[in-house]
């Protein structure tokens, strides 16, 4: 690692803090505005971009392709393991069989316009928070990782990620090459915290979703928490900042992508790369009693 601002992801050196680019979603009345926010976090130094095919029914994907360009050297990072899926319930149906995986890489790449995506993340279904798999959808990894490892030979997908994985799964496709772990994980809610240490030993980057908690009903908020409410108010951060600035003390291999539609909010993000927190009050923190997210859920 370089800085501790920067660290290792899919094979480069990137910004700690990126951006989780599902709330360009909110601007789909405004694409012009969800342009500008995009090529405002390009210009504050964010250079990894997590996305999906199913934000917005490939929204965020045309926005990605529309606002940055090969000059930005950004790494794009998408899941599959589901698709949009407009009529339905809710906007995205699982997609975990090993050809709907590769058609799901395929129009990642026609929509962000690439011929390479840096890096993919397998997003499986047998473990909350979402949408659990069922009959045809419930695929066995190693044909998963299968299909993933073929499309990287082929040269299409630069690296292979998880997301919303158990220990077991992880420590099964390690052999395969991992090259990062996203999973609900905040100050709140750590219940992988074994696997956050096998991430840090296999030099496997972490980045946490739900980083803040609150998702779901049922998961507590970090920013409500008296303890780091108190942190914020002798900080001058906000409780957010604070809440972030955690996760990346956590470990070196911790790397954020928060999302916003707003450009303050974006900025505010941003800024948690420098904030430095000292030995009282990481104590005060990591004191804080934690909630197992998999018991809230049920």
Known sequence: MSSPERGALAGRTVSRVGYGAMQ???LHGDRAAAIALLRRAVELGVDHVDTAQFYGNGFVNG????????????????????????GGPIPLRLAQRPEELRASVEDNLRALGLDRIPLVNLRRADRRPGVLAEGDQRVGLDDQLAVLTALRDEGKIGAIGLSAVTLDVLRRAL????ACVQNAYSLLGRDDEDMVELCVAEDVAWVPFFPLGGAFPGLPKVTDEPAVQAVARTSGWTPAQVGLAWLLHRAPNVHLIPGTASAPHLEANLAVADIEL?????????????????????
């Open 24 to 26: 360009l979603e909110r």
């Open 278 to 298: 000292d030995g009282e009050t990481l104590a005060a923190l990591n004191a804080i009693p934690v909630r197992s997210m998999d018991a809230a859920l049920g």
């Open 175 to 178: 052999p395969a090459g991992i």
């Open 63 to 86: 926005v990605i392709r529309e606002a940055l360009g090969s000059g930005d050297d950004v790494l794009i990072a998408t899941k599959v393991g589901a698709d949009p899926d407009p």
